[in-house]
């Protein structure tokens, strides 16, 4: 599985646009990347998910170049509720068996 | 009603006792994990379960056992349980799609005394 790497923390102000990037050089044909957001005491939610180009749903927008070896996640105008850890997986489509490694992720605090 | 629950939520323990962790889904998914997350990390695969009848290791699978008592349920077991067994236990499931995404449970704390 490809490996990602991100920021360990990120800090930013209420209505702040926020933007994540994630690295994942050798990131595979098949691989999706996939962005889960986890609150303190809680499972991982996921965010979005995308292979090329540009997603966005009413959560986040997730950009990622034509060489894929990077990706952008971006939340629009966050608030103190997006306060959470955010995690960057290369999530490996195929037809056979699967399962996630989450790395550390990016703590985002957000301040009032 | 939460798609994924586990039981139970706290749990204290001493060393050396057996405990069991209980997973539950209402997904209808064949597929069930079991991770482990220590205070400033991220998730680590403990084992994972693609059919009734399919078990497989994780990352981190010493010390554990599982079990797939129906297609909706997954039980984890600490045979006997250490101090660095002390972690934060989450239950996940998800289908077959090739696009699904894992759904979470809300996660047991388990504290080895």
């Known amino acids: 599985l490809a490996k990602t790497t991100q920021p360990i923390s990120m800090d930013s102000y209420e209505g702040q646009e926020v933007n994540i990037t994630c690295s994942h050089n050798n990131i595979a044909t098949n691989d999706y990347i996939t962005w889960y957001q986890q609150f303190p005491s809680q499972g991982p939610r996921f965010i979005i998910q995308?292979?090329?180009t540009k997603v966005t749903n009413e959560v986040a927008s997730l950009f990622i170049p034509a060489d894929r070896k990077s990706s952008t996640l971006s939340l629009p105008r966050v608030s103190l509720s997006d306060t959470a850890v955010y995690y960057c997986l290369a999530l490996r489509m195929d037809t056979g068996r699967r399962a996630l490694t989450f790395g550390s992720g990016t703590r985002l605090q957000v301040q009032p | 009603d939460a798609d994924v629950t586990q039981t139970p939520r706290n749990r204290i323990t001493k060393t050396g006792k057996r405990i069991m962790l209980e997973c539950s889904q209402t997904k209808g998914h064949d597929r069930m994990y079991w991770y482990r997350q220590d205070p400033g990390l991220g998730l680590r695969l403990i084992y994972y379960?693609?059919?009734?009848?399919?078990?497989n290791k994780g990352e981190i699978s010493d010390g554990y056992s599982v079990s797939r008592q129906a297609q909706a349920k997954f039980s984890l077991s600490l045979e006997s349980a250490i101090p660095n067994q002390t972690a934060l236990y989450f239950c996940a499931t998800d289908g077959t799609s090739d696009t699904d995404t894992q759904y979470f449970g809300p996660g047991t704390r388990l504290t080895v005394l």
């Open positions: 379960s693609f059919d009734v009848k399919d078990i």
């Open positions: 995308g292979y090329k």
